[in-house]
């Protein structure tokens, strides 16, 4: 049997981190099986359903790196094909009329909790005669489920689950404006596109048991079902913003890399012995679903932040550069220039090997972009004393007659502490903070290199012009 799976989010927002962990399920198993992943957009809410929310959704797709097979099926458009097969379902004695008004759906419900039953439909119209039908009333259709027995999901992450049939009521499968309801457009655009396994989020076992009910009034085969715990937050409790429940977008946003965030999410309920850092083809090779365990995965960002801090310093120097470049356009407030994109450069083997984000990385790359007079954070202007602004303005004369080399920087910057009766220290962090507006940088030699004689003497006696 060749693999088929589907992503199918509904388009009422952006692409959640829980809906990406999903798609990123479904994407390695069918790469694991060499099968396929589809891509089926359920916008049937037309209201809530945007083009934005469908463009941010394919957006995310993308920029994870998870690519989908054959053409975007969009539900909505499809709706004439559930309803054929709703009315196939009442021609086959399989679903019956319900002429059921509002207010008596109402009172049903009103009875069913004062009597503290659970809340379902009574069957009103499951037996009646047609002829008792009220004349000029648009029937909603109800599937004839089950009274008897129960319904069993053998599903391959939450083992065998049964329902009894006496929980589940007759569901309303086309309404009576004709439009045609969830669980019965999800069991046939699943069968229509060949759908082998079913892989999505616990939240829809519920739906599993009605949708069987619908696939065996219709004598289809039922795909396998593989119902993945959702993502709590590092207390346990269920995901909200505080703990990471943003868009795909804001991740990206925030400066994690693709790689970094598809690694992440991987290890979100799946394992592979005490593996941490997992490449893409790595995550093909060993990806299945036996190895997803029950148990909701607790959402961390420092271990999010530590693979991405991984993923960056691996990560090719150029790209880096035109990662950061929008983000520093937007620190400084201006267009880069060439040069100032080639200081980034070439400082970028040192930047990237603290920082845990691009925004992090960004922030520290600030100061080689920065116009002049660069802005000194609050250490590094407790630190130019007038004292160590005079120390500059002597050092200035010594740095003209240099040589711009890191090394021979380094020489004549010590000759020029040891002459002053001073340890390097004292020159060098005075020195660091004009250059760079902080005290922590790159080596400050290599500092000096990138950013050149004319810029770095200019910077330096910015920093001394109000020594006294």
């Known amino acids: 049997m060749s693999v088929v799976v589907r ?23 069918a790469r694991h099986h060499r099968g396929k992943f589809l891509l089926r957009i359920e916008d049937t809410d037309r209201v809530r359903s945007t083009p934005e929310a469908v463009a941010a959704i394919i957006d995310g797709l993308d920029w994870l790196g998870l690519e989908w097979d054959g053409d975007i099926v969009h539900q909505f458009e499809r709706a004439p094909r559930h309803a054929e097969i709703a009315r196939q379902l009442l021609a086959a004695g399989h679903a019956y009329n319900c002429y059921c008004t509002p207010a008596e759906l109402e009172a049903m419900r009103h009875r069913a909790r004062a009597e503290k039953r659970s809340v379902r439909y009574d069957g009103t119209w499951r037996d009646r005669d047609p002829s008792e039908a009220p004349t000029g009333v648009a029937p909603a259709i109800r599937l004839k489920a089950p009274q008897h027995g129960s319904t069993t999901i053998h599903d391959l992450v939450q083992g065998e689950v049964t329902v009894a049939n006496t929980e589940l009521d007759d569901l309303i499968i086309l309404r009576a404006d004709g439009t045609p309801t969830y669980n019965l457009s999800v069991v046939v ?21 009605r949708q069987k009910q619908i696939y065996d009034a219709l004598g289809w085969a039922v795909p396998q079902f593989a119902h993945v715990p959702l993502i709590h937050g590092p207390d346990g409790a269920k995901l909200s913003k505080r703990h990471g429940a943003l868009g795909v977008d804001s991740y990206r946003e925030l400066g994690y890399l693709p790689e970094a965030l598809r690694n992440y999410l991987l290890r979100l309920g799946w394992s592979h012995g005490d593996d941490e850092i997992i490449s893409t083809e790595q995550a093909i090779e060993w990806f299945d679903i036996d190895a997803v365990g029950r148990a909701p995965a607790r959402f961390d960002f420092a271990k999010l932040d530590n693979l991405n801090g991984h993923y960056i310093r691996a990560a090719e120097d150029e790209r880096l550069v035109a990662l950061i470049a929008p983000k520093l356009e937007k620190l400084v407030g201006k267009p880069l220039t060439d040069v100032e994109l080639g200081r980034v450069r070439e400082a970028m083997p040192e930047l990237k090997l603290r920082p845990k984000t691009l925004a992090e990385l960004a922030a520290n790359a ?20 007038p004292d160590a602004r005079r120390l500059l303005v002597d050092l200035i004369d010594r740095l003209r007659a240099s040589e711009w080399q890191p090394e021979l920087l380094e020489a004549e910057i010590r000759s020029f502490a040891d002459h002053k009766r001073a340890k390097l220290g004292s020159v060098a962090q005075p020195l660091r903070a004009a250059l760079t507006g902080s005290l922590a940088s790159p080596g400050i030699f290599v500092v000096m290199k990138i950013l050149g004689r004319d810029e ?13």
């Open 366 to 385: 600030r100061f080689l972009v920065a116009p002049r007079p660069i802005r000194l954070d609050e250490k590094a202007a407790r630190l130019l004393t």
């Open 189 to 209: 655009d699943d069968y229509d596109m060949g759908i082998t396994h079913v892989i999505r989020g616990d939240d829809h076992l519920n739906n599993a048991f």
């Open 456 to 468: 770095s003497l200019g910077r330096i006696a910015d920093a001394a012009g109000s020594a006294g």
């Open 7 to 29: 992503f199918a989010p509904s388009p009422t927002g952006f692409l959640h981190i829980g809906g990406a962990r999903t798609a990123l399920f479904n994407w390695l198993f």
